[in-house]
Structures are given as C-alpha cells and as structure tokens.
C-alpha cells in the first residue's frame, strides 16, 4: 500500500462510504476505500433481531460516553460499526427520512439546496419500496425497503393497542408527515439484514478500479499547507501513507471528527493545549455533537410467551407531539418484541418493551481528544438531557408507552409492567428517565455543513472550510438532527456527495 496513488480516497466503509465509493467507481475513476474492521462474516449481522449480540464484539468501536451530569453520572454505551457496511451492520436497519420540516430548517439554516422538496428526489432514487407511492417513494433504487417482512403477532396487538390510545394510524410515515403509528420500513431482503455495503460495493468489489483496504485505521489526513495530499493508514504491517487528489471523509459523526483533530485541523486553542501540532484552525470540529435518547417500558407477559421474531426486533413505532404546540412529532416511541434491558435491570427472558423516544433534542455535546497520541481515546460528551424540554418530552413519550400498554389489544398477553413500576408514578418519571436514559445510536452534527462560524462543511460541495482535497459527507455534516434515524439522510447525503465530486472532477 505504500506510497499508491488514487483518484479519490474513501475513509469508512459504513452507509455513506460504501455509496460514494460505488458512484465514484461506476464513473470510471480509481478509488480506494479504507475500512478500519472487516468483513462482514459474523453471521449474526446477517439476521437484525441479533443486533443486541453485537453490540461490545469486534464489530463494534464500543464507545462510551464521558459520565453524563443530567443522567445520573453514568456512561452511555454508543454501538458503532467497525465492519464493512459500518453501523448499518449493527443497527436495525429502520428506513426513517424523517419530516419535511427537518430539510426545510437545514436550508433555513444557511444549506442552500437542502429543502425537502429538493432531497425528496435523491430519496426517491436510493429506494426500492414497490409497495410505495410512486408520487413519494422511489421503486426502483440500489436500496431494498421493505414493510411486508414476516411479522411478530405482538407486534400487531401493539398497533392495535398505539389505534386504541388515540394514535392514528400512518400508512407511510416517509411520506414527509411522519406523525402516527406505522409499520417500520426497513432495509432488508429475503428477511436478512441488506444495507449499502450489500447494495453499492459489494456487487462490484471485484472492479479494476476499485481497492478495498480491511483492518486498518486512518489516523490522520495528510496536510501541506491549505491542501490535503492524501492519508495516513496504521494497518498490521505499521504506517503506510495513501495519496490522492480528494480525500473523503465518511468514517461517521465521532470518527470524521476524531481523524481531523488528529491531523490538527480544529479548535486550535483546544488542539494547542493538548500538544496536538495545529495545521488549520477551525472551531466548530467536534462540536454540536447530539443524538436521539431513549427511557424503556419494559413488561412481562403473564398468559402468553412472546414468540420469536424472525426479521426484526422493532415493527411498529410512533411519531407524535410531546405537547400539541410542537410544530413536528418530537418523539419516536420505539416497540421491541423482548425486554430491553438496561444494565443492572433483571427480569425474564421473555417480555416486550414500548420505548420512550425523543428525536428532536435540544441538547448539545461535544467530542474532544485527550491527548497528543494516536492511542489517546476520544473524549465523548452527549450532554444528554442537559435542557430541561428534552426531560419534559422524554417523560411525556414514556408516558404515552405506558398508556399504550394498558390498552385492550394487548390484554390477551398479560402485560405486567417491569419497569418503571406500578410504584412509580407519572409524575416520578423525571427520575427515572434520568436514571435510564440510553443512546438511540444516532449521532450527527460534529462537522456541520453551513455558513456560520462554527460550520466546517461547504453545503454546496462537502469541502473542509479553508482546505483543498478534503471532503466530509456523512452524518457528522448534518445540522441538525431530522426527526427520526439517521440512517436514510446520511445515505441520501452521500448520494447527494457524489453527484457534486462526479461533477466537480469531469
């Protein structure tokens, strides 16, 4: 691998790598896409009802938060994807745009171009959902989108039960109003997992102009000046340095960031003090970090044993207001067929869980390094439920949970609430929330796309203010989190990326 040159590096084989390096590839140039994990051979990513078993293996990064003030000074586990195919190997492959509003916002907030009526296209175009409206949904994309999975009959006395609570019923919450209760749309194909590694670069891993690099960690970008040359790789046979004209960062909301405070590009008086040698001043890397969170109804069932879901562990979900004032849904209450335990929570085997969810948190952390050193460990702070409308809206979700697991639907199973109790009453929730409080996995905002001071990403064309060569696109450049997933706007930002770097190069 020494000293090779390429026309475009791709750091991160994840849900936007994977489609970059596919569009770059069929465009007849020389691509070389690194991947700190390997392949995909686990054959627990194959079927996503086993995503719990991959979280702490070697797949995952396996990173915790810094202890979180507003959430009773624990450590919250963030999975991330260190295989090819990144997170979308490990999560639960729920296909969410979000609301139309959420775009609308980005272009108000200074990214011109990223309104929903111009996205909706680039969404249309990554999907395969035959069982869409062709008005809205696209049917003939790389990407499978399936709602017609084999279902868990829990789950169908779960939307039953969210109808009788006085949800309504949303046929396609992707349609740009996601409000109500639906069936998950979710990427998988003959009932197994199939995310962009599968649909993008797998079928044509074997192309001449195509180099897959496995097992080795990008540890910084090559800086001459204002320019960047290409990277830096510690792979088993040590350090190798890679060259290309653009370097394209998809490596992911806490990786993306890691690689340019490694290489100095950041907060200078922060990269200064920790001895990290400062090559491009820019303060707004690693900040704005935010994330979806998450507080569990878990119940036990008393007349019948909840069977064994065969494709995923969530089918149904909820978007809906916290309060009738919000303009959009600000929470996503998520339906699992097990108990999802947290740790230190004991219980039976079998149960199901309504889990309290917000999506649009006011909160907002930061990532930092700890040191100079390459082995020094990123600092995550998710400042989590560190503004206090994130605490009302995570209560009123959990209570909407519970509410729903007292409907009539659900009698025939014997639901018996676990946790939080019959002890604890709604007005006791605030605690528990703190006291549970977990990551919905769905960080974004560290090398935010915009105008303003604290943006480090071009809306127009992806580069790194102030830097030639370098491009970031993936779900770091987001400005704000949209009201749901994150897994289908980062694949929609990478589709958008790599029309601009086909252009921008032809």
Same mark, same amino acid.
């Given at each position: ?255 993306? *960031?890691?690689? #340019? ?10 990269? /200064? $003090? =920790?001895?990290?040698? +400062? ?97 020094? *460990?990123?600092? #995550? ?10 605490? /009302? $809206? =995570?209560?009123?979700? +959990? ?108």
């Amino acid at each position: 691998m020494v000293e090779q040159n390429f026309d475009f590096i791709v750091v991160g084989a994840g849900s936007s790598g994977n489609v970059i390096a596919r569009r770059l590839v069929d465009a007849g140039h020389t691509v070389a896409i690194i991947e700190a994990g390997s392949y995909d051979t686990n054959p627990d990513i194959t079927k996503v009802f086993n995503l719990g078993k991959l979280w702490h293996s070697e797949q995952d990064w396996n990173y915790h938060t810094l202890p979180q003030a507003h959430a009773n000074i624990r450590e919250l586990h963030i999975p991330r994807g260190k295989v090819m195919g990144g997170s979308h190997a490990l999560n639960a492959t729920i296909w969410v745009r979000g609301a139309k509003q959420d775009y609308d916002t980005w272009a108000y907030l200074g990214c011109d171009g990223w309104s929903w009526d111009e996205v909706l296209p680039v969404f249309k175009a990554i999907e395969n959902y035959p069982q869409g409206d062709p008005d809205t949904r696209g049917q003939n994309g790389l990407l499978d989108v399936r709602s017609d999975y084999d279902t868990n009959p829990l789950q169908d006395a779960m939307l039953e039960a969210g109808q009788q609570a006085g949800i309504a019923l949303n046929e396609d919450y992707n349609s740009g109003n996601p409000e109500g209760i639906g069936r998950i749309q979710a990427n998988v194909r003959d009932g197994n997992r199939f995310n962009t590694w599968h649909a993008y670069l797998k079928p044509v891993q074997d192309a001449e102009n195509l180099t897959i690099i496995t097992d080795a960690k990008v540890q910084r970008v090559i800086v001459d000046g204002n320019t960047v040359k290409g990277v830096e790789i510690k792979g088993e046979g040590g350090i190798d340095k890679l060259y290309a004209p653009e370097t394209i960062l998809c490596a992911g909301a806490l990786n993306s *960031p890691e690689i #340019l405070l490694r290489s100095g590009i950041g907060p200078a008086e922060e990269l /200064d $003090a =920790l001895g990290v040698t +400062v090559t491009h001043d820019l303060p707004g890397v690693g900040k704005n970090l935010h994330d979806h969170v998450l507080s569990p109804v878990i119940f036990e069932t008393t007349k019948k044993e909840v069977p064994d879901s065969t494709v995923l562990p969530a089918e149904v979900h909820v978007f809906t207001k916290s309060t009738q004032d919000k303009a959009v849904p600000d929470t996503q209450p998520l339906y699992f067929s097990i108990p999802m335990y947290n740790e230190g929570m004991t219980g039976p085997e079998k149960g199901f869980t309504l889990m309290g969810g917000l999506v649009r948190p006011a909160s907002r952390g930061e990532l930092t390094l700890t040191g100079p050193d390459d082995d020094d *460990p990123i600092a #995550l702070d998710l400042a989590a439920l560190s503004v206090q409308a994130d605490v /009302d $809206a =995570l209560v009123a979700s +959990v209570k909407q949970s519970r509410e729903v697991g007292r409907q009539e639907a659900l009698a025939e199973w014997g639901p018996v609430e676990l946790y939080p109790g019959a002890e604890v009453s709604d007005d006791d929730l605030e605690d528990y929330v703190r006291e549970t409080v977990i990551t919905y996995h769905h960080q974004v905002g560290t090398c935010k796309m915009g105008t303003d001071a604290m943006a480090v990403v071009s809306p127009r064309d992806f580069r790194v203010t102030g830097l030639h060569g370098l491009r970031v696109a993936d779900a770091s450049v987001m400005p704000m989190i949209p009201s749901g997933n994150t897994n289908a706007p980062t694949i929609m930002i990478a589709e958008r990326a790599a029309q601009v770097f086909v252009h921008d190069v032809n």
